[in-house]
């Protein structure tokens, strides 16, 4: 009778302390100091706000979820054109970024450094504060125009957790469709 009363004890103890903390995650640090997030945010849209090449104005929107179990806030996006006939260059002094999507605007959002590497085609947008888990944020970034050529225009996107050392999780692609080209003016439809 006794052996029960412990082994139930012992289980209702167990439950309850594997409740307390699975509810509270953690990132995960490695022993040479580099940080991951445990659970990645993850892409949930890429759109433009004009589809025609050669148009100016336009603004490319990626919308980032960062989950509630992510363990880290989110500090830095990367966002490297991997396709596309031409090399879009972007006017980063112009970037934003706010909570929510691009049809549901919320809170703008603070961004720090916001950089480009020319060789990779990588546009670096660095959020202060950074974002924490639980929202989703969407960046826009300006082209200086779109493209010259139409086609399929791939964009990987990678977050990284808030660290000195902290790892990038790729979270896929973003696929932009520019249409138009032959004889119209600026590529208007």
Sequence with gaps: MRFATIFV????????????????T???????????????PDLVDATTTFKAVNVWGATYY???????????PLQRVTITQREG???IRFDLED??????TRNRKGERL????????????????????????????TIGLRPVRNPRFSGVYLFGVTAYPVGEKSHG????????????????????L
């Design 9 to 24: 004890t012992t289980l209702a103890l167990t439950a309850a302390i594997g409740g307390a903390v699975s509810e509270v």
């Design 26 to 40: 953690q990132a995960i640090e490695l022993r040479d100091g580099t940080v991951y997030f445990a659970y990645p």
């Design 62 to 72: 990626f919308t980032i979820s960062v989950p509630p179990n992510a363990g880290e």
């Design 85 to 87: 006939a031409d090399d």
């Design 95 to 100: 970037s934003r970024a706010f909570v929510g």
């Design 110 to 137: 603070t961004l720090g450094e916001v950089t480009r590497e020319r060789e990779k085609k990588t546009v670096s947008v660095t959020f202060d504060p950074p974002v924490t888990p639980g929202k989703t944020v």
């Design 169 to 188: 999780q790729f979270l896929g692609f973003g696929r932009l469709h520019f249409y138009g080209g032959g004889s119209r003016p600026f590529g208007f």
